[in-house]
Structures are given as structure tokens and as C-alpha cells.
């Protein structure tokens, strides 16, 4: 069984950092995608940032590339989202969701977040401007 676990969430000024951490368990084998996503109320879940098993670069949506960092801590199955310029746009709630893909269908920037059957709970992350 799948469990993922979000941490990390809070509240920051414009300009500011957060961490996010994504633990996994039950993930086991390759072709594994799995990323970041976030929705703001009202909107859809966007994908923000997504790593391929085996592949060291992640895919980065235009909304948050060279602001946001993805790293992997494979001894600990765990997924990390550094944040850092934060701007209010950035207010969402966050999520860490997982699938079985191709490696071209993972880093697809029209991959839908309905493609990701395994998620964590969600934590909250609000930038005041």
C-alpha cells in the first residue's frame, strides 16, 4: 500500500523560504513518476515539479522554475521541494502524488494531475505580501 506524507508547510513574507517533504512507503520498482503539485481555491491541481526514477533532472513548470528546487533523499524515500523567492501567487495547498509512467509521459508538460492515483494529505502554504 502507498502512504505518502507532506510536511513542511506554513506561512511566509514575499521573497522568503519553505521546505516541503514528501515521505513515501510502498513505492517499490522503477518507471515510478512523482512530483509536486498545488491547488489554490478555485483552480485546478497544477504539477509543479516531477522526478523519474533514475532520471537526475526534474521537470520544472515555467510557473515556478529557478524558484523551486525538487531533490530526492533515497535512504529516507523521501521527496524535498525548497521554495525560495516565494511571491503571494505562490499560495496554495501542496501535494506530493505518485504513478507508474514512461519516463516521456512523466516529464509531458500536459500530464494531468488525474494521472497520479497516490497522494499525501496536502499542507498549506500561504506568502503575505
Known amino acids: 500500500q502507498v502512504h505518502l506524507v507532506e510536511s513542511g508547510g506554513g506561512s511566509a513574507q514575499a521573497g522568503g523560504s519553505l521546505r516541503l517533504s514528501c515521505a513515501a512507503s510502498?513505492?517499490?520498482?522503477?518507471?515510478?513518476?512523482m512530483g509536486w503539485f498545488r491547488q489554490a481555491p478555485g483552480k485546478v491541481r497544477e504539477g509543479i515539479a516531477r522526478?523519474?526514477?533514475?532520471?537526475?533532472?526534474?521537470y520544472y513548470a515555467e510557473s515556478v522554475k529557478g524558484r523551486f528546487t525538487l531533490s530526492q533523499d533515497n535512504a529516507k524515500n523521501t521527496m524535498y521541494l525548497q521554495m525560495n523567492s516565494l511571491e503571494p501567487e505562490d499560495t496554495a495547498m501542496y501535494y506530493c502524488?505518485?504513478?507508474?509512467?514512461?519516463?516521456?509521459?512523466?516529464?509531458?508538460?500536459?500530464?494531468?494531475?488525474?494521472?497520479?492515483?497516490?497522494w499525501g494529505q496536502g499542507t498549506q502554504v500561504t506568502v503575505s505580501s
Open positions: 522526478f523519474y526514477t533514475g532520471v537526475s533532472l526534474p
Open positions: 502524488g505518485a504513478t507508474r509512467a514512461a519516463n516521456s509521459t512523466c516529464f509531458s508538460r500536459t500530464l494531468s494531475s488525474a494521472a497520479f492515483p497516490y
Open positions: 510502498g513505492l517499490t520498482g522503477s518507471n515510478i513518476c
